[in-house]
């Protein structure tokens, strides 16, 4: 950075001892010379002698971001905030959730019109019926009522009507996922 | 054969020959053109197909009989209503509606409106012999990245180009996130049509009422002249006029899928050309030769397909491939940079090397466990792939 700022001012230095070349022609004196002591001289003289040094790139270096999620340290059961690594040995059931990139449960809630409410479940892989089933039935229990939900074998996601998300990642985080 | 046909049967008009392999060659063909099939000269017969519909259930049980008594079981291939999904492209293309199964009778039927053309499945592909399912042979090549605990890497085959007609070096281990991704259509669609517009820039340009030369004087007065009404001699109900409605300058068609996207469109259609048996995975890309001959009769000889795309990472390959696929029309060559869905999908086989599976896997990876964009990625991150 410092290089090229050196490199630029001399440019313009030189560009202007050049335009005084080109402009001043009628007005010159022939006998006495009249020097411009500016910054260009003493930089000119610097201009010789300038070394380059990689040392302080460091303090830049460190500032660049990276670009990948960090991996979370181990943790024996739920960390401080609450959050609960997924278990070592995946569970023994039909369908299995990942974790979101950043290692969350992909449970999120969703209002539309103002006023209806879902609860999406994501990154569903395996038979995701199963899935379905069990929700409903883990919500029937909790609720006691039976609530309408929507599979999308696409994309593999189902929706469940109401606001049930910290439920169901409690309820997912118990099973291992 | 029963003799139903008119002119020559088969037998009398056809001279077979045994050839040096072992099967049957048509030496010379004689007689009418109505028995011969459309056989020339030097056809190779592989198979005979009899169609039962036509003939009495007596004819039937004395050519199961024949097959039977000389010893031909393992040869037949019988074929029921409900395995004529399977076996479509034995029989001919144009058939009556009543002897296809109905839409409704089962789940593998075919509609009785489907007509079929004869080349769609390709048969020597279908029965060239499959690798040796013993698991001798090393693993070549593991994953570099994580592999997911409930999933496992899928496998393939490592071949050489040096001979023709040479076995598997080994295995590789390919990432089930990348080659094993469920197959989703409609991404691959939407990738594909975005690759085809996004470029498209339509130049055409048509002259309004107000561009067209001329057309400033009312062409005769309001009233009184006995002609209809007029303006300007350049109004669109005029011929020669402007177009009132019609395509205006240079039109852009560009438009941005997202990222993440187009990248899982590029794992599916990784993932659906292992499924589909066309990706093969290749040691290096060295040839003998620079002679495109040589390379298309290593294709052929492996039952590869039709047309090749083979990936290679680097800006330097190897001159004899470039030299070899520079003619060739089917066959063509690309740094792993350019791999794209529309390239896939226009090519029938996709032949990696093991240094672009490892760059693909590499690249492709890194977009599932990335941060958000916080400044374009042309600038320096510490660890971009």
């Known amino acids: 950075m410092s290089l090229s700022f050196i490199h630029r001012s001399a440019m313009l230095c030189r560009g ?29 003289e610097a201009n010789t002698r300038i070394l380059q040094s990689t040392e302080e790139y460091k303090f830049v270096e460190r500032l660049i971001p990276p670009s990948r999620v960090p991996i979370p340290p181990k943790h024996d059961g739920p960390s401080p905030s609450g959050w609960t690594p997924p278990s070592e040995v995946p569970p023994a059931l039909p369908y299995m959730i990942r974790r979101s990139r950043m290692h969350n449960v992909p449970v999120y809630t969703d209002l539309t019109h103002g006023s209806r409410k879902t609860t999406l479940v994501r990154k569903v892989e395996g038979d995701i019926w199963a899935l379905e089933k069990d929700v409903k039935e883990y919500l029937q229990q909790l609720t006691g009522k039976d609530l309408p939900t929507q599979v999308n074998e696409v994309t593999m996601t189902l929706r469940v009507k109401g606001h049930f998300d910290t439920e169901l990642k409690k309820w997912l985080v118990e099973k291992g996922f | 054969m029963p003799g139903h046909r008119r002119g020559r049967s088969l037998s009398e008009g056809l001279m077979l020959e045994e050839s040096e392999k072992g099967g049957l060659v048509v030496s010379s063909v004689i007689g009418g053109s109505s028995g011969n099939h459309g056989l020339k000269e030097g056809d190779e017969i592989v198979g005979a197909t009899i169609n039962f519909d036509q003939l009495s259930k007596d004819d039937v049980l004395k050519i199961l009989k024949l097959m039977d008594d000389n010893g031909f079981d393992k040869k037949v291939q019988v074929l029921t209503k409900n395995n004529l999904s399977k076996s479509m492209g034995t029989l001919d293309s144009i058939k009556a509606p009543e002897e296809l199964a109905s839409s409704f009778s089962g789940e593998d039927a075919l509609p009785s409106n489907l007509r079929i053309p004869s080349n769609l499945v390709d048969r020597a592909r279908a029965e060239r012999p499959p690798p040796p399912s013993d698991s001798s042979l ?23 180009l040096e001979r023709r007609d040479s076995k598997q070096l080994g295995l590789v281990d390919l990432h089930p996130d990348v080659f094993a991704v469920p197959t ?55 011929r020669g006029g402007g177009v009132s409605h019609g395509p205006r300058g240079p039109t852009s068609f560009y438009y941005m899928l997202p990222m993440r996207v187009r990248v899982q469109g590029l794992k599916i259609a990784l993932s659906s050309k292992l499924a589909q048996d066309y990706l093969h995975v290749v040691d290096t890309l060295n040839i003998p030769t620079p002679d495109p001959q040589y390379l298309m009769d290593l294709i052929r000889y492996r039952h590869w397909g039709e047309s090749v795309l083979i990936v290679d990472v680097g800006e330097e390959l190897p001159e004899n491939i470039l030299q070899a696929t520079e003619s060739l029309k089917t066959v063509n060559v690309i740094p792993a940079i350019g791999l794209n869905v529309h390239s896939m999908l226009k090519h029938e086989v996709l032949v990696l090397t093991l240094e672009a599976v490892k760059f693909l896997e590499n690249k492709l990876l890194w977009h599932d466990e990335r941060f958000t964009l916080l400044y374009p990625f042309k600038l320096p991150y510490t660890d971009l792939p």
């Open chain 1, 16 to 44: 202007f001892r050049a335009s005084l070349n080109l402009y001043d022609h009628t007005t010159r004196i022939p006998n006495t010379t009249i020097w411009l002591r500016t910054l260009c001289s003493s930089v000119g």
């Open chain 2, 138 to 160: 090393p693993v070549l090549r593991r994953c570099d990245a994580a592999v997911p605990v409930h999933l496992s890497p899928v496998q393939t085959w490592v071949e050489t």
């Open chain 2, 184 to 238: 989703r259509i409609d991404i691959l669609h939407e990738v594909e049509l975005w690759q085809r517009n996004f470029k498209r820039i339509s130049r055409a340009h048509t002259k309004v009422r107000s561009e067209v030369r001329g057309g400033g004087k009312k062409p005769w007065r309001q009233k009184g002249s006995g002609k209809a009404r007029h303006g300007s001699i350049r109004s669109p109900i005029w």
